[in-house]
């Protein structure tokens, strides 16, 4: 038996396009290695242009194939022909990630309007009307594949994620009404929920004591993740491993869903 063969077939991304907002961070960058490793043909979309150009550069350089894109995903006018250029030189779109995203962590009474705006535009609108626009694209073809990066903060909060958590429950709540409405197109969505993993975004809570150690006790395996450690999973949602599986949200949490560390009790061990 050729396990490896087996694998592959199971899991290559080989020929299919895939489109990757936020491609320059933390998560996106580790996100762009791993499924033009697994055969993707990357299209890495950031509104950091310098960045997004050096993970595309770092992929190619290690014989993966990447074309880095400057899109700021709050510019939705310009995504009907941003869109309809990639489809042309690709002649088929197959797999979207939105993964670009911010957060501000400040109390509920303390948000202004123009900060929950642009929350709000970043981390959904911008991911709503690029999907509406990439998948008008896959139709045709009758094949498709949507991964939304949510967040823990979907279902569980920490105090001052109120806009964020709206916004990533909202990306879920999307990712299920785009499982139901284009199964029959031939296209799947599902939604990934990374816990608490380190990068730029979260730096700033793992260095500040009292909060690393607040995390800890609800992380059941007592550490932050890392980028690499999502990979595996959006591999397995972007390839046909998970052929029969839409609408859904994985958790990636170290056991944070699951309780966290465990209080005191009887044992052996
Ligand atoms: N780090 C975590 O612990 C964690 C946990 C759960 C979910 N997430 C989600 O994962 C995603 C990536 O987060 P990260 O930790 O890698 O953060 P990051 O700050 O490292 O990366 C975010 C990327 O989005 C880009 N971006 C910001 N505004 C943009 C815009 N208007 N247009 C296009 N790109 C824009 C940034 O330039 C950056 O490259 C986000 O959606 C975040 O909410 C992160």
Redesign the pocket.
């Known amino acids: 038996m050729d396990i490896g063969k087996n694998l592959e077939k199971m899991f290559s991304i080989e020929g299919k396009t895939v489109i990757l907002?936020?491609?320059?961070?933390?998560?996106?960058a580790e996100l762009a290695k791993g499924l033009a490793r697994a055969g993707g043909e990357m299209i890495l979309?950031?509104?950091?242009e310098d960045?997004?150009n050096k993970v595309a550069d770092e992929i190619k350089a290690e014989g993966g194939k990447a074309t880095g894109y400057r899109?700021?995903?709050?510019d939705f006018a310009s995504f009907p022909e941003f869109v309809d250029k990639i489809d042309k030189v690709h002649g088929h779109l197959d797999v979207l990630i939105n993964?670009?995203?911010?957060?501000k962590r400040i109390g509920f009474l303390d948000y202004d309007e123009a900060t929950y705006d642009r929350l709000m535009?970043?981390?959904l609108k911008?991911a709503f009307f690029l999907t509406q626009e990439v998948v008008k694209k896959m139709i045709p073809h009758h094949y498709g594949n949507i991964i939304n990066?949510?967040?823990?903060?979907a279902v569980g909060m920490l105090g001052g994620c109120s806009v964020?958590g709206a916004t990533?429950s909202a990306l879920t709540a999307l990712t299920r009404s785009e499982a139901i409405e284009w199964a029959k197109f031939g296209i799947r969505a599902n939604a990934i929920?990374?816990?608490?993993?380190?990068?730029?975004?979260?730096t700033v809570t793992w260095e500040t004591p009292s909060r690393a150690q607040y995390l800890r006790e609800r992380i059941a395996m007592q550490r932050?993740?890392t980028?690499d450690e999502l990979v595996g999973v959006v591999v397995m949602l972007a390839s046909e491993a998970s052929s029969y599986m839409s609408g859904m949200m994985i958790h990636i949490d170290g056991g944070c869903l699951a309780g966290g560390t465990p209080w005191d009790y009887d044992t052996n061990y």
């Open positions: 907002t936020g491609a320059a961070g933390g998560i996106g979309c950031d509104i950091a960045a997004v899109l700021d995903v709050t993964c670009a995203g911010i957060n535009n970043i981390n911008g990066v949510s967040s823990h903060n964020y990533k929920a990374p816990g608490h993993i380190l990068t730029a975004l979260t932050p993740g980028p």
